[in-house]
């Protein structure tokens, strides 16, 4: 049992008030090692909280939120802001169903100025915040913290440029956790920042503008290069004060000594202008097998605090993410034109073990989903095969470089699109929901869906083979069926389906991950006397028209299954029943998709449950259709 003496005091940031520095040590220690503790319970984003500890306790010191804005970029490294805010109770339900998000959120908060959960937003979003405060005549603070893994984002870099040429009150922290400070020049640093910081300086430097700006202009010029020079040699900041910003820094963003007096005088400072604050951190810090780790326990599963083993389930089947990495290796060995392109997402997209085998195949451009489309699209126009491994989730942020870059030009980019469809105790913010829907508008786009991780080895190996025009795969987190995989991967005929199970009156045509779910409503379904077809779509577009009007002319219902947003794949199969007039037969038709609303955080299972994507609701629904409300009574009880 850890113990929290300080801590036990802060139920909100005006509680920290009254601490003296060497009291606000203490509390951070006792944060941290709360932290720890919520984070091996629940799992979640436990290194970037850890680099945080001593920031988010100074920040929360030093400005009055919330109605100061504090605004954490990506959110994923709030645990600690959201234990001083009011939350440490609910902190043992994180990411769990009613519990609190594992990013920031509005509605759970109103020290969640803004939701975050992608990367880049955080300036843009306090940039706003500040000239509302402008607009409105206040003097409130807008406070971004964006990591410098963040700073890759396109987005990050407009914003910056649109902020450093207005006046409002805007303060950026760039959390620094990818490099350290050698105790000799970090000490220096910290003295030049606190002083550069500082009022005398700042108004020092007003009065030296004023009196060099009547210097002849030789002597100007040279007098602001020597100022520029010794900035940039100490602080490195010469780039941001070129964007307009002034920048204060590197300082230890662990040592509160150091880092508030900066904090305060950034607060105090009555010169107008946006400024950039450079704080180095190290992720992972306080917690040993966090340090130790090669990915400073980014992301963590339940683990035992004392050791630091992380309590991971033992894998029954290949992640779909693991087969797809292997399949496309699998192409690349007989194909050298086949690369591949993440968007700071290696491990998470399964590219760092196809880097592992082609390193000079392979490229990391950073968080920077537009630049990979295009650059992909660049590939492609010489003659290479790329491969955009993309979340689901994050292609969102491409979509207009999809559109402008790739399809109007109709260049044979493969986009792999990991996580598709509910994703857990990320929630809401990481689901890929919207997928079929953006992708399914654009003419000339292949979109596949395999069932099983067999078809998407097929899959794979079909996008390898589309040379004419863009393609698509979708996949989901998670573990794949336990098929066997040594079968090499198939070209499927485009816009081909597959029949899995022949019956009468009801007709199932299943896209993607959610055919088992249909194959097992069949079965019980069978048991009631009940036998119905099962096919498999595999092609969101184009879609199967003769297996769609097949098994539209031939049975009474006719049931669609995704697990993708409405405007989808039911909005394609729609599309032809309408042209070909099979609704004015008297067909029953019922699509299934995810409904028109956000599902927060919990279990997959009890997201799809909740969604009414799972074997329960096809029984339910073709029950309902069929008019045997007696069985369906049974069935639901």
């Known amino acids: 049992m850890i113990q929290t003496p300080l801590l036990d005091h802060v139920n909100f940031p005006r509680d920290l008030k009254s601490f003296e520095i060497e009291q606000l040590k203490q509390l951070a220690d006792e944060l941290r090692q709360e932290t720890i503790s919520v984070v091996s319970q629940t799992g979640g984003h436990l290194g970037a909280s850890l680099g945080v500890v001593e920031l988010t306790v100074a920040l929360h010191y030093v400005f009055n939120t919330p109605e100061d804005k504090l605004i954490w970029d990506v959110g994923h490294q709030a645990y600690p802001h959201k234990i001083l805010t009011g939350r440490r109770a609910q902190m043992p339900y994180l990411r769990q ?85 050698a105790p000799p020049v970090g000490a220096m640093s910290n003295y030049f920042s606190r002083l550069i910081s500082s009022r005398p300086y700042q108004s020092l430097r007003t009065m030296a503008k004023e009196v060099v ?125 086949v690369v591949a392109i993440t968007a700071a997402m290696p491990a998470g997209t399964g590219l760092d073990l196809f880097a592992k085998v082609f390193p000079d195949r392979c490229f990391d451009v950073g968080i920077a989903e537009q630049h990979a489309v295009t650059f992909a699209a660049g590939l492609a126009c010489e003659g290479l095969k790329p491969f955009a491994t993309i979340y689901s989730t994050f292609l969102q942020r491409g979509f207009d470089q999809v559109v402008h870059d790739v399809m109007l030009q109709k260049l044979p980019v493969r986009f792999a699109m990991d996580r598709a469809g509910f994703v857990g105790a990320d929630g809401a913010t990481h689901a890929g929901c919207y997928d079929l829907a953006f992708l399914g508008c654009l003419p000339h786009m292949v979109i596949m869906a395999p069932s099983d991780e067999l078809e998407l080895k097929h899959a794979v190996t079909t996008a390898h083979a589309i040379d004419d025009a863009p393609s698509a795969f979708r996949y989901p987190r998670g573990e794949g ?19 899995i ?73 729609t599309d032809v029943l309408a042209k070909h007039w099979l609704f004015d ?46 069985l369906y009574l049974k069935i639901a009880t």
């Open 213 to 337: 700006s009547h210097l002849p202009k030789s002597l100007e010029t040279a007098a602001k290069r020597v100022e520029e020079y010794a900035r940039g040699m100490v602080a490195g900041g010469t780039w941001f004060e070129e964007m307009g910003f002034f920048y204060v820094g590197p300082i230890d963003g662990h040592n509160l000594d150091h880092l508030i007096p900066v904090l305060q005088n950034m607060r105090d400072r009555v010169e107008e202008g946006p400024v950039l604050i450079h704080v180095v951190t190290q992720k992972g810090r306080g917690y040993a097998p966090a340090e130790a780790a090669a990915d400073k326990y980014h992301g963590v599963v339940k683990f035992d605090v004392s050791t630091g083993q992380q309590h991971k389930a033992q894998a029954i089947a290949p992640s779909y993410t693991k087969v797809y990495a292997d399949s496309l290796i699998e192409v690349a060995r007989q194909d050298e034109k």
């Open 501 to 573: 199970r022949e019956g009468n009156h009801v007709a199932i045509l299943s896209l993607g991950c959610r055919l088992p779910e249909a194959l097992k409503a069949a079965d019980t379904l069978a048991e009631l006397g009940i036998h119905i077809t099962v096919a498999d779509a595999r092609f969101a577009k184009p879609v199967d028209e003769n297996l769609i009007c097949q098994l539209a002319k031939h049975h009474e219902i006719l049931l669609t299954i995704e697990s993708g947003s409405i405007g989808g794949f039911a909005a394609q199969v």
């Open 97 to 181: 169903k009613d519990g609190p998000s594992g990013f920031t959120k509005r509605s759970e908060s109103n020290y969640d100025p803004f939701g975050a959960a992608h990367a880049g937003t955080s300036i843009s979003a306090a940039l706003g915040f500040a000239v509302a405060h402008d607009m409105h005549g206040k003097k409130n603070h807008a406070i971004a913290v964006i990591g410098d893994g963040s700073m890759s984002s396109g987005m990050a870099y407009e914003a910056l440029n649109n902020a450093g040429a207005m006046k409002s009150r805007l303060i950026v922290i760039l959390n620094d956790n990818d490099m350290s400070i």
């Open 481 to 499: 069926l336990g098929l066997d995989l040594s079968q090499p991967g198939q070209i499927l005929e485009i816009g081909k389906g597959r029949l």
């Open 585 to 630: 037969t008297g067909l029953k038709f019922r699509p299934l998709y995810m409904p028109d609303r956000l599902l927060d955080h919990d279990v997959p299972s009890s997201q799809y449950e909740e969604a009414g994507l799972t074997a329960h609701h096809i029984i339910t629904t073709v029950l309902q259709a069929l008019g045997k409300e007696q």
